[in-house]
Nanobody, 128 residues
Framework: QVQLQESGGGLVQAGGSLRLSCAAP????????MAWFRQAPGKERELVAV????????YYMDSVKGRFTVSRDNAKNTVYLQMNSLKPEDTAVYYC?????????????????????WGQGTQVTVSS
């Protein structure tokens, strides 16, 4: 069992930045591909970004490309999502997710069902 803890959410004006963190205390995340999902009210949960075990590969949803950056520090058992140029449509609860991966460069699928472990989420609200 992997417990994931998100932090860093909050209220920010459009154009601003936030950095989300996802920690796995006492657990080595180096064996997991890690992802960020988000869910806005009335909408399905969607993949925002995913990063491979090694950090060498990543994938982003089209609407955040060039604005968001996913990174990881395996020594600190933490994954980050740097969010710049935020827009009101980025408002959602952001979730961290993990999936065990055999290959260092593997990227899991983009669906909710492709991930085994989830955090409780952190709210991001972008005002216009």
């Amino acid at each position: 069992q992997v417990q994931l803890q998100e932090s860093g959410g909050g209220l920010v004006q459009a154009g601003g930045s936030l950095r989300l963190s996802c920690a796995a205390p006492g657990r080595a995340i180096s064996v997991y591909a890690m992802a960020w999902f988000r869910q806005a009210p009335g909408k399905e949960r969607e993949l925002v970004a995913v990063i491979s075990r090694s950090g060498g590969r990543s994938y982003y949803m089209d609407s955040v490309k060039g604005r968001f950056t996913v990174s990881r520090d395996n020594a600190k058992n933490t994954v980050y999502l740097q969010m710049n140029s935020l827009k009101p449509e980025d408002t959602a609860v952001y979730y961290c997710a993990a999936k065990a991966a055999a290959l260092l460069a593997a990227l899991p699928g983009t669906g909710v069902g492709d991930y085994n472990y989830w955090g409780q989420g952190t709210q991001v609200t972008v005002s216009s």
